[in-house]
């Protein structure tokens, strides 16, 4: 995160830290854990009121950031998220508010309005299952028949599918890449839950069977989607890492808290050389994990260039160190960093979880590599 | 204990040049004199590839650019106005740092002679060593070298038998120091000096200056493993040194020393210097990797494109991270120990790199001919990799610092503490 934040930045963090602290204490996180949806209604929407899903969506649209860069602001949420282990689609969902604002036009202006108070979910149905699982492979098909669209293909995972009203559907016409709003009570949708490392997050599996929507369900131009698509993945890679960040930051200050306090043979583990050079290790990772999420989530709100290439590797970086920083975690804790009672797991889930979604890190390698080398051929 | 390098008070807001024109200034000044660099220049762990000639002409031409620094208003940038400086802000060092890229620079002179070297003359110096020897550093006409680490001292630099003995109005030196880079062209060494046996070792040290090339000091030259000569170590024998020359009080070299390896631990956020962004010879960078692949036929190769990626991804990560620790330690939100958290992560990733490159280069990393282009040598250069953990401190030392200074843990045992330097255990190498 930020070392400075601005006075309203720091009004959002602090209202989004008591909030969550309060209503999602470790143990209501725990007993959440056989909840269907992972939360209730209210802490989405109360959510929704300190700006959750508001951030990214232009003001006329009813939204607006709080210093002008308003993925950043965003950021500011996400770490909170990462810090608790908090629940919610909070990726999925503002990249949805997000695309509707910037290329819905008049007729998801309804749905976006929901979308804003809480009232009901949406999320992003983009990635699709083994083998068309590779970042940036889509299958699914949207069929133009007369005055409908048609969906055929498979989702998965889609995060919070089971919860949400509306799903932003990613699928290939003949025209190129097309993206479709469509409600989850439409005809020949099934939704089935999928099992997951999170305590809170819910994933599942959908399925587009003929589903038929009016051509005006089309978000932006048929065909002309892949733009738009590069910049979803954007946004969902910066709430990604930053709230790995998050999660990160406290699983490492709950482990030299603990090296502090546990004795062995007369002396605090603080106090071992080989294991204080890990622990200085995993400072350097954390602080460099903070440094290039801050980095990527700058450039995405600027539009830069580079953007996408820091996207990718905020992700690869994040993906790989805060998981090894997480399982070092672990073996510092001993026996008790891998039982249900200790909160550390909360943390590991949230880290391994973000690590998967959106491409692995060694994905995230290969899009990173192509940058390079055009990086290289443009300056011979 | 105040700098006015880092301080910025000699300025104020109104009365110095805006970032933005400055940058301009020196974007325009930079292209009309000063030739772009070859892609090859910056490749490499400390290829042994310049004869002394070549090597002796590239320090000349060092020296000339800073002259030309210095007459066109661009040297000592963050330096007080008063020794020679620009008494600007380290906004206005970054910009040039950043229009300096791809550009040659005096490369070989940011560090030692501007950090740690002047800026602990800016700390600690009188006001006449600082009058004598920081223009004349900005003008290029003093290099300067670290004589600090010793045979018997490596990470332990506290540990230094030197020995300076005072006689009348001047101290003797005697003892040997090791690990100064081009000593053989440098003017001047800042010297750290053991002068009293009978406290512990951090309270009996004195810092003093010192010319190289004088009767009494022999610079013998080290050979790496790959042939390279860039190192030297010096026998310093009956060198009569002004008490004028010392920088500190007697017997307080120490803090002197906490300052000095506060600067060079510094080095890559230091406003005194000027490092191209893109980074400083000495490291394999990411673009390299590509040309590496290229050159052995792997570039469509996936396994090659992960460990491209991987270069990019801690290239980058690196650089990002030395951002956030500057801006951090310039506004207080972090220890000010927490460069060693940058050292660590860039002497890991620089040898993390080096591997990326032997691996990519394959079978060529082991035997090859100079036609072979960038694969060839990736060999020599892996076998010195562990020099980005080495010099500078070695990433254990910067381990303890980020442990210890940083996250507060206890500090290690240390059995020469309290206890008078004379009577502390050495190794039979190092006995007195």
Redesign the interface.
């Known amino acids: 995160m930020l ?2 934040l601005d006075a309203d930045q720091e009004v959002l963090r602090e209202a989004t830290a008591r909030y969550l602290t309060d209503r999602v204490p470790v143990d209501r996180i725990r007993a959440l854990r056989d909840d269907p949806a992972g939360f209730d209604a209210g802490y989405w929407q109360a959510g929704a009121e300190l700006g959750w899903t508001s951030l990214l969506v232009s003001e006329e649209h009813g939204g607006g950031s709080i210093s002008g860069s308003p993925l950043v602001d965003l950021t500011i949420a996400a770490y909170e998220f990462g810090v608790r282990s908090a629940p919610g689609p909070l990726a999925s969902a503002n990249v949805v508010a997000a695309a509707l604002s910037a290329a819905g036009g008049e007729a998801h202006l309804a749905v976006l309005e929901a979308l804003l108070a809480g009232e009901t979910i949406a999320s992003w149905a983009h990635t699709e299952p083994a083998p068309n699982d590779r970042l940036g492979t889509v299958t699914l098909t949207c069929r133009v028949d007369g005055d409908e669209i048609v969906l055929d293909g498979v989702k998965r995972p889609v995060e919070s599918a089971g919860q949400a009203g509306y799903l932003l559907v990613t699928g290939r016409a003949e025209e190129g890449l097309t993206q479709v709003l469509v409600p989850t009570d439409a005809p020949g949708i099934t939704i089935t839950p999928l099992k997951t490392v999170d305590l809170t997050r819910r994933f599942s599996t959908v399925r587009f069977d003929g589903v038929r929507v009016p051509r005006s369900a089309v978000v932006g131009e048929l065909g002309g989607a892949a733009e738009q698509v590069e910049r979803q993945l954007q946004i969902a890679l910066v709430i990604l890492t930053a709230e790995s960040v998050g999660a990160m930051q406290t699983a490492f200050d709950l482990t ?1 808290q603990w ?2 306090e546990r004795y062995s043979f007369g ?2 583990l ?2 071992y ?1 080989e294991l ?2 890990r ?3 995993m ?3 954390l ?2 994990a ?3 999420s ?2 990527a989530a700058a450039a995405v709100d600027a539009q830069s260039p580079d953007a996408a ?2 996207v990718s ?1 905020a992700k ?2 994040i993906g790989d160190y805060g998981s090894e920083l997480l399982q070092d975690c672990v073996q510092m804790h001993g026996g008790i960093g891998v039982t249900f009672e200790h909160d550390l797991h909360l943390y590991l889930r949230r880290v391994v979880l973000d690590r998967a979604l959106f491409g692995t890190p ?1 994905e ?10 055009h ?2 051929e443009r ?2 | 204990m105040s700098t006015g390098a880092t301080g910025g008070s000699a300025a104020t807001a109104s009365d110095i040049e805006d970032v933005e024109s400055f940058r301009l200034r020196a974007r325009n000044w930079i292209r009309s004199n000063l030739a772009p660099l070859s ?1 090859d220049a910056l490749v490499g762990v400390m290829r042994a590839s310049h004869s002394d000639e070549e090597e002796l002409a590239s320090i000349a031409r060092q020296r000339e650019i800073q002259r030309m620094f210095f007459d066109a208003g661009f040297a000592g940038i963050c330096f007080p106005k008063e020794y020679g400086g620009q008494g600007l802000t380290p906004e206005h060092q970054a910009a040039f740092s950043e229009e300096i890229s791809g550009y040659e620079y005096p490369s070989e002179i940011q560090a030692p002679t501007f950090s740690p070297c002047a800026a602990v003359l800016l700390d600690f110096g009188t006001e006449e060593q600082k009058r004598q020897h920081i223009p004349a550093i900005l003008k290029g006409e003093e290099l300067w070298m670290q004589f600090l680490s010793e045979p018997s001292a490596g990470s332990d630099v506290a540990a230094a038998l030197t020995t300076a003995v005072r006689d009348g109005d001047d101290w003797i030196l005697n003892g040997s120091k090791i690990w100064t880079t081009g000593a053989w062209w440098s003017d001047w060494g800042l010297v750290l000096a053991r002068t009293n046996w009978d406290v512990p070792k951090h309270r009996g040290l004195t810092v003093f200056i010192l010319p190289i090339h004088q009767d009494g000091i022999e610079v013998n030259r080290i050979e790496m493993l790959n042939g390279n000569k860039e190192f030297c170590q010096e026998f310093i024998t009956d060198v009569r040194v002004p008490d004028s020359d010392r920088v500190g009080n007697v017997d307080d070299g120490w803090t002197v020393g906490t300052r000095w390896m506060f600067h060079e631990r510094m080095l890559h956020n230091s406003p005194l210097v000027t490092i191209p962004k893109g980074g400083a010879r000495g490291s394999i960078r ?2 390299h ?3 590496i692949a290229r050159d052995a036929g792997r ?1 469509d190769d ?1 396994l090659a ?2 460990l ?3 270069g ?3 290239d ?3 650089h ?2 030395q ?3 500057a ?2 330690l310039r ?1 207080g ?2 220890p000010d120990q ?1 460069a060693a ?2 050292r ?2 860039t002497g ?1 990733v620089a040898a993390r790199t080096t591997t990326l490159a032997f691996e990519i280069a394959g079978g060529t990393g082991a035997a090859w001919e100079d036609a072979d282009g960038a694969t060839a040598e990736c060999g020599n250069d892996y076998l010195l990799r562990q020099v980005s953990c080495i010099g500078g401190g070695t990433t ?1 030392m ?3 610092v ?3 200074r ?2 507060g ?2 500090r ?1 045992q240390a059995l020469d503490r309290g206890v008078a330097f004379r009577d502390v255990p050495r190794g039979g190498s190092s006995r007195r």
């Open positions: 070392l400075e030299v090296a502090f002396r605090p603080a106090s050389q204080k050079h622990f200085a290790d400072k350097s990772w602080e460099a903070h440094a290039i801050d980095k290439e820091l590797i690869a970086f060694a995230h390698r290969q899009r990173i590599a192509g940058v390079v080398e990086l290289k300056s011979a | 892609a990411a673009a990797l590509v040309e570039l996936p494109r992960d491209i990626g991987e990019r991804t801690l980058v990560v690196t990002a991270l951002e956030r620790i801006v951090g506004s939100r972090i927490s958290v940058g660590l992560f890991v254990e910067a381990r303890n980020v442990s210890e940083v996250l843990m206890p290690e």
